[in-house]
């Protein structure tokens, strides 16, 4: 202990000193004497206790930890899925995009020749093959 905190000491058992400190100082110094330990580990049982908060076994904390991790391997894999939905909508969304390009190209192609000419006809078979390939899907 420092000189100061014995000088302090001694001055508040003997009587000399008389500050508010030093009273605070004397109270506190019986109070610690008249607690016991096993009374201060009661009042922090009962506070906790009051608090809600519950204390738990080690093996009830593995039980609450394997019952977390499998809901988060369902939540990561539920957010996989997703990704994937996501995905294929995307590229669904794209081919259907493409395919309608194509079907305003087929139709500019069938405007633009003449089914009369001999010379036209490989276009037009072509035109027909697409279109009834992609006629369902563009008409759902």
Not at 4 to 29: M, P, R
Request: proline fraction near 1%.
């Amino acid at each position: 202990m420092s000189d100061f905190l014995e000088n302090l000491k001694k001055a508040v058992e003997v009587g000399e000193f008389n500050s508010e400190a030093a009273k605070k100082i004397t109270e506190i110094d019986k109070l610690a004497d008249t607690v016991t330990v096993g009374e201060a580990a009661r009042s922090l049982n009962k506070k906790v206790e009051d608090s809600g908060v519950k204390t738990v076994t080690e093996e009830e904390a593995k039980k609450a930890n394997t019952e977390y991790e499998l809901k988060m391997q369902a939540l990561r894999e539920q957010e996989l899925v997703m990704q994937q939905v996501a995905t294929l909508k995307d590229i669904d969304h794209a081919v259907m995009l493409t395919i309608g390009d194509m079907f305003d190209f087929v139709k500019t192609l069938d405007e633009a020749f003449d089914k009369a000419k001999p010379e036209h006809l490989s276009i037009f078979a072509e035109i027909e093959r697409i279109k009834s390939k992609y006629s369902s899907i563009i008409n759902n």
